[in-house]
């Protein structure tokens, strides 16, 4: 089946800044994308190339077969959503969401305010836009909303109102733009629920853009990492996470951050401060980054084969796990493991513990930032990187 | 605690000290607008209901007269009218022009800044000064513009001459001096909204710029047009410099403004009795002005 | 954001915006020539800038002698600086008093600012040059600068401004043992300093250029105002020398519009601000 948006080499400038190099990407119908990145990585220009706000350099835009590059925004038939909501002030929350169903299917005589109404074939017309519009606010239980102008309403509801907006007119694609960045923390996890409801019952392609990994991670039927104005990593949440092909995804996802050592490959084996910690690795003797996560680094206080030695500062117990501040003496630099709630009874402040990993959580990234793969580890899952 | 203590005496010590503190800090401005203002323009008001004159002990106390004499003195309601003309000329043309400029200049990138100098020149002008200038360039033999109009093969116009056209001069030089201000203020309305709106109208397929304008440019715009608009006609019905120095009412009272009859009647012939009942009716205009555009439009225009 | 294109729409809009500058402009370009042009220049009815014979100098030199132009300037200067200054001294302690603090007759204070703001000082000059005449006030620069110490636009500007800033400021202050008057002069004056600035900028260009008050009490003329000056200028120059005349306006109206363009950025803002405050 074809895809439904095609990315294809996208370049952008300012001035002699580049700010996209190269970017390529292919969406299937119905599927979710989170665009997540650091500030300034280039993801809010991505989606205003691909809503055709702002022009790209070089490249181009497909959208279901059909070439948009050359296109406007309003010819292209997509809908977008924004950090602010962008809602007209003046206008109720009725007249917002009819406003893209009026623009397309009422010419500018039809649209004037009293003298537009008069024909019958206009009245229909209109009568059957507010059918759309009650019927999209009944979808986002905003209903009672509808005669509310923005500044009457919280910032929940302004978003509601923004997504019936762009939802009301069946778009060809959804692009969202850090649509929950304003909302508090409790209203964000509910509102996330919903925005993957609406999108999987409109069936249609969607670019979410957000800088919160976790966001990405819980939303997305696939995740792209930014950074720099490149695409580094694309693959399903589990793969991004489990199996990162770069070291700056790696850090990038997941909170607490992954634990970065630094060692070096001797024969194969990996090797941090004298102690083994994988083995299986090709190529000739370097350096290279080690990463573990958090909740995959075991604390004991017997040696074993592949563990390190750790100093343990404290302790910090939050209800749900247990937070593990150490230090790697070998360096002095501060590491993090996630302990469950019942573990860690046993261990004293200020002793020295032995720190291990499963092969398979043991991440090696070579000096460049590229990940390092044993022969015999494939993985969670498909590690694939999209085109 | 000290809560009960509060609720036992009705005032705590610290609300005495702000209300002495404040009481102290408002004493001097109190004193000034007794001296100043109050008194003063209750002295207007008595005055306005006598016929008094500067110099002269006697005066009588005509009442209501006082006013309704006003209302059928043609030389007054030939001021009010001039005053509406110009009004009537300078506000429209100055809020538009504004707008327009303000528009086209803040689709420029690079020349912003200096267009928007250059159109303020005249608001940092004396006016006296610059309708001095004016005089010369509209003089009817040797006056650039009407050079111009030779060149143009047009006929010359008799502008500050003829009491036909003396007011649309007089418009013409207030325009002048007003429009920078009406940009400035428009600019600054119009870089405050929103861009996302934009990206949203066009999103929903709002394609043309006339569209855009009505659909977020001039709503949007709503608070600052309406200040627009509230500062030029107050300013325009304050009308006095240009016709003090150029015309002096004149020709045949073709330009006489409510300020300028206020002067002669009050400070030239010294009738202060009728001065002030003059006075008193320009404040009127301005109150009813004042009162329109923020109570009727007020409510339309404000969103938050 | 990329450079402009040269589109057609952009030039013409270019040349819409040239247009209405050099509209703007003419006046100032005819000035500048005519008071270069010695009378006959001036009545060839050419529309030539350059004069034939140079009159600069005796242009200028009128412009000058006829009036005492540079006391004139003076005096404009020290009156419109010294109001300002009463202005905010006076204005910004009720301000701040009707801003941040509770206390019976607020409502009634802030009530008459509002009608003030309605009430010009023309209306209310009838009993204001009674009064002065009383006290032989008038034709001095006393007069000129008293009935403008109280200003109530500058109350309105500061109490808007006053209002939004953060009462944790104030709060801070008072623990630390400060007066409220020592709050008003340490705290509030420094924080609005852009109220302070754009206010000043209003008050200098409206009392610079206001010609009814000093019209009505000053007939001497080295206590003019520059408005007054020109008139009186005027009423001094025999015949139509505008020459001259062109001369004493450019002398006239040049310091506000140098003040202007060294401090541009600052009128802007201050307009901006009371655009936005009103």
Known sequence: ??????????????????????????????????????????????????????????????LDDVDVTDLRAADRDMAMVFQSYALYPHLTARQNIALPLAMRRLNSFER?????????????????????????????????LLDRKPAQMSGGQRQRVALGRAVVRRPKAFLMDEPLSNLDAALRVHTRAEIVALHREAGVVTIYVTHDQEEALGMADRVAVMMGGRILQIASPEAIYHNPDHID?????????????????????????????????????????????????????????????????????????????????????????????????????????????????????????????????HGRGMAHHAA | ????????????????????????????????????????????????????????????????????????????????????????????????????????????????????????????????????????LMHPSFGPMNLVLKALGLPSVNWLGSSDNVLVALALIGIWQAVG?????????????????????????????WSRFWTVTWPMLGPTTLFVVTITMINAVKVFETVATLTQGGPSKASEVLLYTIYKEGFVYLHIGVASAMAIVFVGVLLVLLLIQTKVLEKQVHYS | MTLQTLSFSRVLRLGLLALG?????????????????????????????????????????????RIPMLRILFNGALVCVVIVVFQIVFALPAAYALAKLNFPGRGLLFGLVMLGLLVPIHAISIPLYAAAQISSLLNTLAVLIIPFI???????????????????????????????TAIVWRIILPNAWPAASAFAIFSVVAHWNDLYWPLITISKTQLATPPLGLLFFRSAEVGDDYGALMAATLIVTLPLILFFLFAQRLFIEGVTMTGLKG
Not at chain 1, 124 to 135: N, Q
Not at chain 2, 107 to 129: C, K
Not at chain 3, 33 to 58: I, N, R, T
């Open chain 1, 249 to 377: 995804v790696a850090s990038f996802i997941g909170s607490p951050k992954i634990n970065l050592l630094p060692g070096h490959v001797s024969d194969g084996t990996v090797i941090h401060a004298g102690r083994p910690l994988k083995a299986g690795l090709g190529g000739s003797d370097r350096k290279v980054t080690i990463g573990i996560r958090p909740e995959h680094l075991h604390l004991t206080t017997d040696v074993t084969q592949h563990s390190i030695a750790v100093e343990l500062n404290r302790l910090e117990f939050l209800g749900s796990e247990v937070i593990a501040h150490l230090t790697d003496p070998s360096d002095g630099s501060g590491l993090i493991a996630r302990l469950q709630p019942g573990e860690g009874h046993t261990f004293r402040d200020h002793t020295t513990l032995q720190a291990s990993a499963s092969t398979q959580h043991v991440l090696v990234f070579e000096s460049d930032g590229g990940r390092a793969r044993a022969d015999d580890n």
């Open chain 3, 21 to 65: 500058a050099a509209i703007i402009v003419f006046p100032y370009v005819f000035m500048l020539s005519a008071s270069l042009k010695p009378p006959e220049d001036v009545f060839s009815a050419s529309l030539s800038l350059w004069p034939q014979h140079l009159a600069a100098y005796e242009n200028f030199t009128k412009a000058l002698t």
């Open chain 2, 181 to 209: 201000f009406n940009l400035v203020l428009f600019l600054a309305g119009l870089t405050a909204i929103n861009r996302d709106l934009y990206a949203a109208a066009e999103m929903d397929g709002v394609r043309s710029a």
């Open chain 1, 112 to 144: 004037m305010p009293l003298i537009g109404g008069l024909t019958p074939a206009t009245r229909e017309k209109r009568a059957a836009i507010m059918r759309d519009v009650e019927r999209t606010a009944n979808a986002l239980r905003i209903t009672e």
């Open chain 2, 1 to 136: 605690m000290p809560r009960n203590w509060a609720a036992r005496t009705g005032m705590t010590a610290f609300d005495r000290r702000e209300r002495s503190a404040a009481w102290m800090l408002c004493a001097p401005t109190a004193l000034l607008m007794l001296a100043l203002l109050i008194l003063p323009t209750l002295a207007v008001l008595a005055l306005s209901f006598t016929d008094a004159e500067l110099g002269v002990r006697e005066f009588a106390f005509l009442g209501l007269d006082a006013y309704r004499d006003l209302f059928t003195d043609r030389a007054f309601l030939g001021a009010f009218r001039n005053t509406a003309v110009y009004v009537a000329l300078v506000a429209p043309a100055s809020v538009i022009l504004g707008l327009i400029l303000a528009m086209m200049i803040e689709a420029e990138v690079r020349g912003r800044a200096f267009f928007r100098s250059v159109y303020f020149l005249p608001v940092v002008s004396l006016t006296v000064a610059m309708a001095s200038v004016w005089q010369y």
């Open chain 1, 1 to 62: 089946m074809t895809p439904a948006l095609v990315l294809r080499n996208l370049v952008k400038f300012f001035g002699a800044q580049s700010i996209l190099h190269d970017i390529s990407l292919e969406a299937a119908q119905g599927e979710l994308i989170a665009l997540v990145g650091p500030s300034g990585c280039g993801k809010s220009t991505l989606l205003r190339i691909i809503a055709g706000l702002e022009r790209a350099d070089k490249g181009s835009v497909v």
């Open chain 3, 150 to 180: 109280l200003s109530v636009f500058a109350m309105f500007l500061f109490r808007q401004f006053i209002k939004a800033m953060p009462d944790e400021l104030i709060h801070a202050a008072r623990m630390d043992g400060l007066s409220e």
